[in-house]
């Protein structure tokens, strides 16, 4: 029987390897999924999704799929701190909006996306369904038993639910295989970062019908402290599916003392009534940590999400992070994968994507640090001399330095205003507008539409336009090009796009598939086409192809 080869193989369908799938299956990249669990997970560890991610949902047609995800959780709405759930008020029960009101609205001018929670596991049916529907071979039941990597791709042993062992050849490996990473630990590759922050902590999925106990007045989490006891209780469908956080004291309890009867009695005492019956459905014991991997691209494996990172929950950060990691590489391993980029092109995923994992990690450090500051929006001077980014800058609104970008600016402009560092710099995420398409309403960041290049101009960019129609049909890049302003193929009728983007009227910029800038040049310049054709060689490392 021959060994099966693929060009990926994901290790690991968390909501971070399900992404990758789903990506590389949007781009046409037969690759292989292995998950060791039965199927996707029930226990949903996260409901915070960060702007990006949606965007990154949107931008491989999940848009309608994810909204339709998110219906149950649309009424949720802040954080209160109560003493019981039943026996609160929860009308007048003070409430820090979540994310604060500064943060929505700025959220709604510069990101075509909803703010708003998400349960993790609806999440993850949508990503799987994806993948599957679109090629991707998925396999759950099955584990990584060893992986051998060498100069032209890895060798998995993998084992079935049968228990039967065989190998897959792949040309490259996504480790996304979560923070006890097999993959990186076979690779000796450590995490760098603190360990045991706070206390050992208890996640509980339970059901119980609260509906008409929040109804009306329905919260994204609830801060519980009553004699009884102390917890976060989250919910995840606002009806009968809820989850408790508890923590316990390390050495004088265990995880043993919390057996599914004590935990259901802890339960019903943080929501004040006896009666609703009360069924623990799963228990996930966990562990804040703050750490982050030496390196994440060793030869052809390439770690991703936890396995890269791992991210202190302040500020709903850590699964956000983790699927920023596959929009960076899912369009670079397809480019690879096709012929069309050098390897280069990965080695860019590590300078681009571990500044940002440090980065972030230690801005949820901070506001471990500060937790009167995470949750008072008002603080700003505060938040500035301790240099706690606003939350839309961690997540959204940083810059790439290094990488696959040319000339990048050497630091973002600011740590508070999100508006001001998406400016159509190199290394930033493209400046999002509504505009006019085909006579339909869009975001400049759907013209991204299949993990292509476009390259976007000012309304007087007509020259730009046809060189990047001659680099696509000499190259065979999947290059599109549009001018941008009043009454051109993309109408911006105020011509305030090009204001945002930084081009003057016959300037233009280059965006790559995960809709960050590559390069930017203001105004016109000679040869457009050999400028243009430089460009791609630099961010594709295509002097490094066959061919080339």
Not at 454 to 477: F, I, K, M, N, Q
Not at 513 to 518: C, R
Request: aromatic share 6%; charged share 25%; net charge negative.
């Amino acid at each position: 029987m021959s060994q099966e080869h693929f060009p990926v193989l994901v290790v690991g369908a968390g909501t971070v390897g399900l992404s990758m799938a789903a990506a590389l299956a949007h781009y046409d990249v037969p690759v292989l999924l292995v998950e060791r669990h039965a199927g996707t997970t029930k226990h949903p560890r996260a409901t915070g999704v960060q702007p990006p991610v949606k965007e990154f949902f949107r931008s491989i047609g999940l848009d309608d799929p994810i909204r339709e995800a998110s219906t149950d959780l649309l009424p949720s709405n802040g954080k209160v701190d109560i003493v019981t759930i039943a026996g609160s008020d929860l009308a007048a029960a003070p409430r820090i909006p979540t994310p604060p009101k500064d943060v929505a609205e700025l959220t709604a001018r510069i990101s075509p996306t909803p703010v708003g929670p998400i349960a993790q596991d609806r999440i993850d049916q949508v990503l799987g369904d994806a993948a599957a529907a679109n090629g991707a071979l998925v396999r759950f039941g099955t584990r990584l038993e060893s992986v051998e990597a060498d100069e032209s791709g890895v060798t998995a042993t993998l084992v079935g639910p049968d228990g039967a062992a065989y190998t897959v050849r792949a040309d490259h490996l996504v480790a996304a295989d979560g923070s006890a990473s097999s993959v990186r630990q076979a690779l000796g590759i450590e995490l760098k970062g603190p360990t045991g922050l706070g206390n050992p902590m208890i996640n509980i999925l339970f059901t119980a019908d609260l509906s008409e106990v929040v109804k009306g007045n329905e919260f994204a989490f609830a801060q519980i402290n009553n004699p009884d006891t102390e917890g976060i209780l989250l919910t995840i469908n606002n009806r009968d599916r809820w989850i408790y956080h508890i923590s316990y004291k390390e050495g004088e309890e265990e995880l043993s003392d919390y057996p599914d009867e004590r935990c259901v009695q802890l339960i019903k005492s943080a929501i004040g009534r006896d009666d609703i019956p009360v069924e623990v459905v799963s228990t996930i014991p966990w562990r804040m940590s703050a750490r982050v991997a030496e390196r994440v691209v060793e030869g052809r494996v390439i770690l991703a999400g936890d396995s890269a990172h791992t991210i202190p929950p302040i500020g709903a950060f850590g699964m956000s992070s983790g699927v920023a990691d596959a929009c960076n590489l899912a369009w670079k391993l397809a480019h690879v994968v096709k012929g069309i980029a050098g390897p280069g092109l990965l080695r860019s995923y590590e300078a681009e994507r571990l500044p940002i994992m440090r980065f972030t990690r230690d801005q949820a450090l901070l506001r471990f640090s500060h937790l009167d500051l995470h949750w008072d929006a008002e603080k700003y001077g505060e938040r500035s001399a301790v240099e706690m980014a606003d939350p839309l800058i961690t997540s959204l609104a940083y810059q790439y330095d290094d990488g696959a970008v040319i000339d990048p600016p050497k630091k973002m402009r600011s740590l508070q205003r999100a508006d001001e560092n998406l400016t159509g710099a190199p290394g930033t995420r493209v400046p999002h507008a509504w505009v006019g398409r085909d006579g339909k309403r869009i975001s400049v960041l759907d013209l991204v539409e299949k993990g292509n290049f476009v390259l976007l101009t000012g309304p007087r960019g007509g020259d730009w336009v046809s060189a990047a129609r001659a680099e696509a049909a000499d190259s065979g890049l999947d290059l599109r090009a549009y001018r941008v302003g009043p009454d051109c193929e993309v109408d911006d009728p105020d011509g305030a796009w090009s204001a945002l983007a930084g081009l003057e009227p016959d300037g233009a910029l280059l965006v790559r598939p995960d809709m960050f800038v590559a390069w930017r040049s203001v105004a016109a310049q000679e040869a457009p086409q050999r400028v243009l054709t430089d460009v791609l060689d630099r961010v594709l490392d295509r002097a490094a192809l066959p061919s080339a």
